[in-house]
């Protein structure tokens, strides 16, 4: 097992002030974004099914890397270690909505109802379920990255939870808000699915199996894979970039709003976190199954919850907003449970 001056010493510069960048990356994607108007504008008619043709391509350059790393047989292995998928899924599924649900609940209709109206307190919180229900099927394969998690199990882990997703989104989110007519878009649910999973994971497979036959083992692993060491950083940063630029409006023309809405969405990113991950610890997992897992639940597939939101109550309505602010926090909030996550790898037993 790598020590973590090692595995910090592998990041370099470039992945040690990762959140730097990210910083950066966020603060320009604002200024592009009300500088030149034009840019989000062209890049938002790229898009089918609410999903973003640029950004999908970007996630596919982030995940890319960790798919090359996957080795088919593993997968099958890896179904037969139930107890992380177990912590997964009772995480994601049993404890991660309702509890997204209670905390939104005191915050919004006790602790800050002196400042937002009783109508927008219930639309913050529609919105704020629609993330807890709908946990993380593409990012968390870059967070799985950067935590050294292993790229096999994540990709098990994942692909259960988008199973489930399918059929106990709706229900959850229909008995939470006490709603009948909960539409799922299926076309973004399954369009983010084929364009996250299934085609890096597609290319990842081909590309290993091709260059191992035509070069070797040793040069794929050696020198092919060391080729993207960065790729998924870059990636990540660029997305931030595009993000950002649609979000200038709304992160400058309700900031005591989206900071009220920032408050329990992080609380309850830091508590699913923890939830898991000691569970995870203390059933004896080791850090590369452990920390995937955990992170799965505190990020969120944002572009179901978004385009719910605007299904049910509009765009330009506080469940949107309560959507979209989840974008906005969730990738700080995840590089700082990554970094925990690598600073506490020597708490765990050697895969």
């Known amino acids: 097992?790598?020590?973590?001056?090692?595995?910090?010493?592998?990041?370099?510069?470039?992945?040690?002030?990762?959140?730097?960048?990210?910083?950066?990356?966020?603060?320009?994607?604002?200024?592009?974004?009300?500088?030149?108007?034009?840019?989000?504008?062209?890049?938002?008619r790229l898009e089918y099914a609410n999903v973003s043709i640029p950004?999908?391509?970007?996630?596919?350059?982030?995940i890319y890397p960790m798919m090359l790393k996957v080795d088919f047989s593993s997968i099958v292995e890896a179904t037969k270690k139930p107890r992380g998928l177990t912590v997964t899924t009772v995480t994601n599924w049993l404890i991660k909505p309702f509890t997204m649900y209670l905390v939104a609940l005191f915050f919004f209709e006790g602790v800050f109802a002196a400042f937002i109206e009783p109508a927008l307190a219930k639309e913050y919180l529609a919105g704020a379920v629609l993330l807890g229900a709908a946990p993380c099927t593409a990012m968390v394969f870059v967070w799985s990255h950067l935590t050294k998690g292993d790229p096999a199990y994540t990709v098990v882990q994942v692909a259960v939870n988008d199973l489930i997703l399918l059929v106990a989104f709706t229900p959850i989110v229909a008995f939470l808000l006490g709603v009948s007519d909960v539409v799922v878009p299926?076309?973004?649910?399954?369009?983010?699915?084929?364009?996250?999973v299934v085609v890096p994971l597609l290319g990842g497979y081909l590309s290993r199996k091709?260059?191992?036959q035509k070069k070797g083992r040793t040069y794929f692993e050696e020198v092919?894979?060391?080729r993207f060491t960065h790729t998924t950083e870059i990636g990540?940063?660029?997305?931030?970039?595009?993000?950002?630029?649609?979000?200038?409006?709304?992160?400058?023309?309700n900031p005591l709003h989206i900071l009220l809405i920032a408050v329990p969405l992080t609380l309850q990113t830091f508590f699913i976190f923890f939830f898991a991950y000691i569970w995870a610890n203390k059933w004896g997992l080791s850090h590369d199954t452990a920390a995937p897992a955990a992170?799965?639940?505190a990020s969120n597939f944002f572009e179901l919850a978004v385009a719910v939101a605007i299904s049910l109550f509009g765009l330009n309505s506080g469940a949107t907003l309560a959507t979209v602010v989840g974008v906005l926090v969730e990738v700080p909030l995840m590089l700082t449970l990554v970094k925990i996550a690598n600073s506490t790898r020597h708490r765990f037993k050697v895969a």
Do not use: H, R
């Open 236 to 253: 990540l940063l660029l997305t931030l970039i595009i993000i950002f630029s649609f979000q200038g409006e709304i992160i400058l023309g």
């Open 224 to 226: 092919f894979i060391n």
């Open 295 to 297: 992170l799965i639940g």
């Open 210 to 212: 091709t260059i191992i």
């Open 186 to 196: 299926y076309d973004t649910l399954l369009i983010s699915v084929v364009l996250f």
């Open 55 to 62: 950004v999908a391509l970007l996630i596919w350059l982030m």
């Open 1 to 44: 097992m790598k020590k973590e001056s090692e595995v910090t010493k592998e990041m370099g510069i470039f992945g040690k002030y990762l959140t730097v960048w990210v910083a950066l990356c966020i603060v320009l994607g604002v200024m592009i974004g009300q500088i030149f108007p034009a840019f989000p504008e062209l890049l938002s």
